[in-house]
């Protein structure tokens, strides 16, 4: 897999090396590093940046001005926000190299980043799960759960269509807590604080 296939403009740089897949678009003034492993059917927005130590799936949308730094994972059909950052270090000096010290930040499939959130290095976000506009993960975020505040904090869940589904944060114990996608009708269980895969609803 080269980068033959995708459809890349005139004033984006993709740098020798680097793997996109087919049907792939970079928009304006888009840097991609040699190193970069970009799946196919994705679509890089004006201004993003991504990384030698990258890999991102299928189907994701990285919105306008963007940086994917070292050491992070897109899964497919990830969705970026405009204006969303990364960070690969925990404790950045600009007189301290610690290039060594990359904390790996993973983004599992479905998710949502709203613009302006932050993903602080070393975390996982769940599947499916959505960050709302400008907030702050410092830690990891379970699959399907809606964070939203600095430093970010659950306050829901959202099901794979991308809809608040009417639950509680928690279950209690031994509790099965059930609720429909209003946009698909798909049935979520919820317990404890995991939201169980989805079953058609009959």
């Known amino acids: 897999m080269s980068h033959s296939s995708a ?3 005139t004033s984006a740089i993709v740098d020798e090396g680097a793997q996109l897949g ?3 678009r970079v928009w304006h003034f888009a840097h991609v ?3 970069a492993r970009i799946g196919g059917g994705c679509s890089l927005g004006q201004g993003v940046y991504v990384g030698n130590d990258v890999v991102i799936g299928n189907g994701v949308k990285i919105q306008n001005n963007v940086s994917v730094y070292d050491a992070v994972t897109l899964e497919d059909e990830v ?3 405009p204006s969303m950052v990364f960070t690969n270090v925990y404790n950045p000096r ?14 599992c499939r479905g998710a949502t980043l709203g613009a302006n959130c ?3 290095c070393g975390c996982t976000v769940g599947a499916y799960s959505f960050v709302g506009a ?8 379970p699959a399907y759960a809606l964070v939203v505040g600095v430093p970010a904090r659950q306050i829901g869940w959202m099901s794979a269509h991308g ?18 996608c209003p946009g698909t009708g798909r049935v979520y269980e919820l317990r404890g604080n995991s939201l169980t895969t989805p079953q058609e609803a009959t």
């Open 22 to 24: 087919a049907g792939t």
């Open 94 to 107: 600009a007189a301290v190299v610690r290039k060594n010290d990359y904390r790996r930040t993973l983004v």
């Open 118 to 120: 932050t993903v602080v």
């Open 7 to 9: 459809n890349i403009h």
């Open 134 to 141: 400008g907030a702050v993960v410092t830690a990891d975020v």
């Open 79 to 81: 969705f970026c926000g």
């Open 163 to 180: 809809e608040r589904l009417a639950l509680p944060v928690h279950a209690a114990p031994g509790e099965v807590l059930r609720a429909a």
């Open 33 to 35: 590093c040699a190193g």
